[in-house]
């Protein structure tokens, strides 16, 4: 009878239902609430119905709109930013957007366009950014004029414009950046520029244009927020051309499909009859390089190098004095000596990154440097087995610190002790071999971020992050723990002050109760990618309204006491987990539905049992953990087989208490 007994509770177990609720399909992709709307490359050929008409965003590109007129867009009054990028418009009627007043950003990039009527852009009344780029533009007459009073940006890159002389009655007052880059400008002359005369600290792009000659006089008196001359072959024009301007940012790099000359002295003549305050000159090739290279520089706040080839800079540059900022990244430096640090000190930001040599960081190579405040080493395969008091003598003001992505580092006792003021250490993909017992950060009481992140740590050293009383973020990505566990007692107790902790791909599989006890501040905890289970959860019982991000673990079931310790933050991430939609998980199901508000990436938070409901997203599943009418069924023959079990038993033993009297 036993077995049957059994039978029939398992039969009632099985009859327990799960089902899956299908989320309904939506063309346009709503991306904020009655707002933004994404009904990009979609093939519509009108605008869908479905949108409301408090749509403000609507990125409609890649779609089919061939001609548009004043009745396309007549239902959305209230958009402010329109994207019609490859829409394959030709025409544009008049009073197109006349009922968007708020409309201040439209975007026709990519549209063969053949006509605008003269009031196409009438309508809007603060008109900011118009983007005419490949469109097919060979004139700027083609361009309406009517109402861009308030225009900020105009882009008109990439189309077969030959001269910038804009129409007569063409409003720049307002004007901050005008692109023309990769089109066929040749020759700037005076009335080309007499137009922009009203603009003020105006951003001009003429990148991709070979610029063959500047009329005289030009730019004379005009102050620009920057000027790009990319690609330019002969630079030497370019700067002549220039004469008496006031320019904050200059650029005039070159590409690697540019044939173009070498850059000699003669070369940067002209830069001296102007004022610059940046210039970019990356890529270029430099001929002859002297101090004398250098003689019209000494205006410069910021130099930008980068690629430009150089295996090192002349010493004896004078009158430098000025320059704050030095870009040397993508270059051939053997030792870091071979910049001749020296030449310029003011120096407070210098980038030597992505070397293409093994860099060798010498001894007190910068130690001339005493304002230095941001250096980025990274990338440029340096190795040092004593790192760093040496090489970074006399950096006592440095606040950023980059060495990360270079080859393995010893660190000592103290080994940023000549930069006490660091705010950001990084140091990420680089092995540290911490030689010393005590920590080598210990003297950093100013340190606020360090990336330790895949360095190769010994985390069981639990007086490695010592002395780093005011760090609030702390990045140990790619470390590994010993046994896969952080232990109470770790090298965390020391940074109470973390705000910020990322423990992600560190290969845990569990966490002691007390592991982040004394992290009373944390408010952001990535334990991202590892092996953690449900039971986990337990040591973040004491972390309230934190952001935290469980995903990629192995999550199956959440047990019903530990969901306050989840209740209790502000957003949370279980997104791919291998969690279980059965009745065993139905209290963390649940408390999943009434929490949506509190996770993020739902689309990739699934089921991963039982197998019919695998792919599912967790807030699309119905669990049904009552008793069907089949399981009712069973319960009742159960009962009623029970009941006879019963009746036969008692009449078994009132049977043998008669036999025996």
């Given amino acids: 009878m036993a077995p049957c007994v059994s039978c029939f509770l398992l039969a009632v177990l099985i009859s327990a239902s799960c089902k899956a609720i299908p989320a309904s399909d939506l063309k346009c992709t709503e991306k904020e609430d009655n707002r933004t709307y994404n009904c990009e490359n979609l093939g519509l050929r009108e605008i869908p119905d479905t949108l409301p008409n408090t749509t403000e965003v609507l990125e409609f590109s890649f779609n089919f709109l061939p001609t548009i007129q004043n009745t396309t867009f007549s239902r959305l009054i209230n958009l402010v930013f329109l994207d019609l990028t490859r829409c394959q418009i030709n025409w544009v009627h008049e009073d197109t957007f006349q009922s968007h007043h708020q ?14 009527a003269e009031t196409s852009l009438s309508g809007p009344k603060l008109l900011k950014h118009l983007f005419l780029t490949q469109t097919g533009i060979s004139n700027l007459e083609f361009i309406p004029v009517h109402n861009l009073e308030n225009l900020e940006s105009l882009h008109l890159g990439s189309n077969h414009i030959s001269s910038i002389n804009l129409p007569e009655n063409f409003p720049t007052q307002n004007l901050k950046v005008l692109d023309f880059q990769n089109n066929a400008i040749h020759h700037i002359s005076r009335k080309d520029t007499h137009a922009l005369g009203q603009a003020t600290k105006l951003s001009l792009n003429f990148n991709g244009n070979d610029i063959k000659g500047i009329e005289p006089g030009a730019f004379n008196s005009k102050i620009f927020q920057s000027l790009k001359f990319g690609g330019s072959l002969n630079l030497s024009i370019i700067l002549k051309g220039l004469q008496n301007s006031t320019i904050q940012s200059l650029w005039l790099g070159t590409f690697e499909d540019t044939d173009d000359q070498d850059l000699t002295s003669d070369t940067f003549e002209g830069l001296c009859d102007m004022s610059v305050e940046s210039i970019n000159l990356q890529k270029h090739r430099f001929y002859d390089l002297s101090s004398s290279t250098f003689r019209c520089f000494t205006q410069l706040q910021e ?86 008091n040496l090489q970074l003598k006399n950096l006592h003001h440095l606040q950023y610190l980059n060495l990360s992505y270079n080859e393995p580092l010893g660190l000592e006792d103290q080994a940023f002790k000549e930069c006490p003021q660091l705010e950001l250490l990084d140091l990420a993909f680089t092995h540290l071999r911490v030689k010393a017992p005590h920590s080598p950060f210990q003297n950093l009481h100013l340190l606020r971020v360090l990336n330790l992140s895949h360095c190769l740590l010994d985390t069981s050293n639990q007086h490695l992050l010592a002395g780093l009383r005011d760090l609030r973020h702390l990045n140990l990505q790619g470390n590994s ?181």
Wanted: proline letters at 4%.
């Fill in 103 to 116: 409309l201040n950003t439209i975007v026709l990039t990519g549209n063969p366009l053949i006509f605008m």
């Fill in 303 to 388: 130099l930008d190098l980068t690629a430009a080839h150089l295996n090192e800079l002349p010493s004896g540059i004078e009158g430098m004095n000025s320059l704050k900022k030095l870009v040397l990244n993508a270059n051939s430096f053997d030792q870091l000596c071979q910049i001749s640090a020296a030449s310029f000190p003011s120096l407070r930001d210098l980038y030597i990154k992505g070397n293409m040599r093994k860099l060798d960081l010498g001894t007190q190579c910068l130690e001339k440097l005493e304002n230095l405040q941001k250096l980025d080493l990274s990338h440029s395969d340096i190795e040092a087995s004593d790192c760093c």
């Fill in 481 to 661: 723990f010993q046994g896969g566990s952080i232990s109470k007692t770790n090298l965390l107790q020391t940074v109470g002050s973390l705000e910020i902790l990322i423990l992600s791909s560190c290969n845990l599989l569990s966490m002691d109760q007390q592991a982040f006890h004394g992290l009373g501040n944390v408010n952001h905890l990535d334990l991202s990618h590892n092996s953690l289970t449900g039971d986990s959860i337990d040591a973040l019982n004491h972390l309230k309204g934190i952001y935290l991000n469980l995903a990629s673990n192995n999550i199956r079931i959440i047990p019903p006491h530990l969901l306050p310790a989840l209740s209790q933050q502000s957003t949370i991430n279980l997104s791919h987990n291998p969690l279980d939609c059965t009745c065993s998980n139905i209290h963390f199901i649940t408390w999943y539905k009434e929490n949506l508000h509190k996770l993020e990436d739902l689309e990739e938070t699934m089921c991963a049992n039982p197998p019919p409901l695998r792919g599912v997203t967790l807030s699309e599943v119905k669990l049904y953990c009552g008793i069907t009418g089949v399981g009712i069924f069973f319960l009742v023959v159960f009962v009623f087989l029970l009941i006879l079990l019963l009746i036969f038993s008692v009449k078994f033993i009132l049977r043998w208490k008669y036999q025996h009297i």
